[in-house]
């Protein structure tokens, strides 16, 4: 396969974004683009517009809510929505994309925020992750070549976030939900971004409330790539597109890009 270049976008909206989004795959000419947060219907979503670019979509979404989608130079071989477990409702659908580009697998997630740990939201964040776990475990080896991306939601260590001891009953801090995190990265996924980034300041979610967030550094790493041990050691580097999120209208996350070498 060669070089593969992947990304990973929370885009809050994709319509909404599409001149972000153009100026990144026009800078940066990923080979896939996992999508989160897309908040489009099927019928709405903007085929044209990525095939004029030369990219195909794949993609499952609701209307005004949630919706994942993965962008590619060429069709997957296979691509499937949902954990298919049985307990799959159409917002586990627009949440969870997984495809297979030849020896490549790749999981797209957008994992619940979970709003405050007192609701049945974080109960099903948490559940989210155990399903996570439960599909690992049910479809893929850690031996294959397998990229886990998206929005996942939680800051694994402190250094991922501005000011943790002001967060730790945050519902994307708290052990909770840090635990959870590695109880899924324990069946074989290692975090390739630290891998060639790992100094603190390195982050993806600057949020709109917060007065000068970029310009500030006031940030949250919560978009992630989890590698198998396989395909990390084939990852050449890993980087922020930090300056989508200076655009005008932008999302308040931005997009991660990792290489390798396949």
């Not at 099927?42 to 005004?64: E, H, N, Q, T, V």
Request: hydrophobic fraction near 40%; glycine fraction near 4%.
């Amino acid at each position: 396969m060669g070089a593969v270049k992947v990304a990973s976008f929370n885009v809050n909206s994709l319509k909404a974004r599409l001149p972000v989004v153009l100026r990144f795959l026009r800078e940066e000419s990923p080979d896939m683009v996992c999508f989160q947060e897309t908040k489009c219907q099927d019928a709405d979503f903007p085929l044209d517009f990525f095939a004029d670019l030369g990219y195909s979509a794949a993609f499952k979404g609701m209307k005004s809510y949630n919706g994942v989608a993965i962008v590619s130079r060429r069709p997957p071989d296979e691509c499937s929505f949902g954990f298919q477990d049985g307990e799959d409702n159409e917002q586990d659908s627009s949440r969870l994309a997984a495809a297979r580009f030849g020896s490549l697998l790749l999981v797209n997630s957008y994992v619940p925020q979970g709003k405050s740990m007192e609701l049945p939201d974080f109960g099903y964040k948490i559940r989210f992750f155990e399903r996570l776990k439960l599909l690992f475990q049910r479809r893929f080896s850690p031996s294959d070549l397998l990229l886990w991306t998206g929005d996942i939601n939680v800051v694994p260590t402190d250094i991922d976030v501005t000011h943790p001891e002001n967060k730790r009953d945050h519902v994307c801090v708290c052990r909770e939900a840090r635990d959870a995190l590695a109880s899924v990265l324990e069946w074989g996924l290692v975090d390739v971004y630290r891998k060639h980034r790992p100094d603190p300041g390195e982050f993806s979610f600057w949020d709109y409330r917060v007065k000068d967030a970029l310009s500030r550094n006031i940030g949250w790493r919560i978009d992630h790539f989890f590698a198998t041990a396989a395909l990390a050691a084939l990852s050449r580097d890993a980087h922020t597109a930090r300056e989508l999120r200076a655009m005008e209208r932008p999302s308040d996350h931005t997009a991660i890009v990792a290489e390798f070498d396949l």
